[in-house]
């Protein structure tokens, strides 16, 4: 039996999409820094075309998976591709990664991989503050009622405090993504290792799951559980630890097994085995209502369901958007330590 959702209605679908001249004048600059930025790097870089397609390929996962939370109105009909997704947002995003890693990379040259990845997480914070601030200005971003309700009541340049833990939460899941691709496209030479260490994989996924888990529980609800086991609002450990277990244990599995195969055909068996399980889990608990989605995920949601497991499509696929995110940056994570020891 189906279970109802709301079909996209109201604000979720119909807002107001018309630009002023301010707002068109933003998204020229935006394009304009874009392709000023490629062919600036491209200097010294000649894959930087590349690896910015994979940065913004992360920022399109991420948009399409998150963009209940939060509104993008008034960019003008053609800069959407889905729903209030847009892709003017998206390659504004790319850009403050590119020049965040850029800047980290050139500064830190001579230091670790870890360092200059955590540097530009924290590039990335001021930068997005002051984005979001110019998109709160225009009018062009707004914040989903399940966000102002978690969200403390401060601000500062208009953007609530409570995006202090959001930016390096998300940054560091699309640093990690587009990291990961990078190793892949610089031919890095790593080591094959048959038996990686579980005991530094399983930490990695706990901290990256849990994190993200913070960032979105806002869209979804997990009720029911037993009161013990909520550490944070909804948040009950034993749902995250379910998605740390699958996750974890998905990527084991793989490394041994397939431990020579390169990262391209590792990250595909990752998302098969980790979405296999974990698409029947998800419907099983909506079902049986453990997870309840939120009305601004529900607004957007089309009303088609996936045949046999009764599950939206659009959770259907936000399940591998968000797998990808997690466990690119799980792996690139586990990459540095292993080539490290390795390397020792």
Not at 59 to 79: C, E, I, K, Q
Not at 80 to 90: A, C, E, F, M, Q
Request: hydrophobic share 55%.
């Amino acid at each position: 039996m189906a279970i109802p959702f709301i079909t996209c209605t109201g604000s979720a679908c119909i807002f107001d999409k018309t630009p002023d001249w301010f707002t068109l004048i933003f998204e020229i600059v935006v394009i304009a820094i874009a392709l000023i930025l490629l062919i600036w790097f491209s200097e010294k870089d000649s894959k930087v075309f590349y690896k910015y397609f994979f940065i913004l390929l992360g920022v399109l996962l991420f948009d399409f998976f998150t963009h209940p939370m939060w509104n993008s109105y008034r960019l003008g009909s053609w800069a959407y591709i889905y729903r209030d997704v847009s892709w003017i947002l998206s390659i504004n995003l790319a850009n403050l990664i590119l020049i965040s890693t850029k800047i980290a990379e050139s500064i830190f040259k001579n230091k670790t991989d870890a360092i200059k990845f955590i540097y530009s997480v924290l590039f990335m914070i001021p930068f997005v503050w002051l984005s979001e601030w110019l998109l709160i200005t225009m009018g062009v971003r707004s914040y989903s009622p399940e966000i102002q309700v978690i969200m403390p009541n401060l601000f500062l340049f208009k953007v609530p405090i409570g995006a202090l833990y959001y930016i390096p939460a998300y940054t560091a899941l699309l640093i990690g993504f587009a990291k990961y691709w990078e190793l892949y496209l610089e031919n890095k030479p790593l080591v094959p290792v048959r038996k990686p260490d579980w005991k530094v994989s399983l930490p990695i996924s706990l901290i990256v799951v849990f994190l993200f888990e913070i960032m979105v529980e806002p869209m979804v609800q997990n009720v029911g559980l037993p009161k013990w086991s909520y550490i944070y609002r909804d948040i009950s450990f034993l749902l995250s630890g379910l998605w740390v277990l699958v996750i974890w244990l998905s990527i084991n599995i793989i490394d041994r097994k397939l431990f020579y195969f390169d990262l391209v055909r590792k990250f595909i068996a990752y998302m098969i085995l980790a979405g296999l399980i974990m698409l029947p889990v998800e419907s099983f608990l909506i079902r049986a209502g453990i997870r309840v989605y939120g009305p601004s995920a529900t607004a957007n949601f089309s009303g088609f369901m996936i045949p046999y497991f009764n599950v939206p499509s659009e959770i259907a696929f936000a399940i591998p958007f968000y797998l990808a995110l997690v466990i690119a940056t799980i792996k690139y994570w586990h990459i540095l330590y292993e080539n490290r020891k390795v390397a020792k």
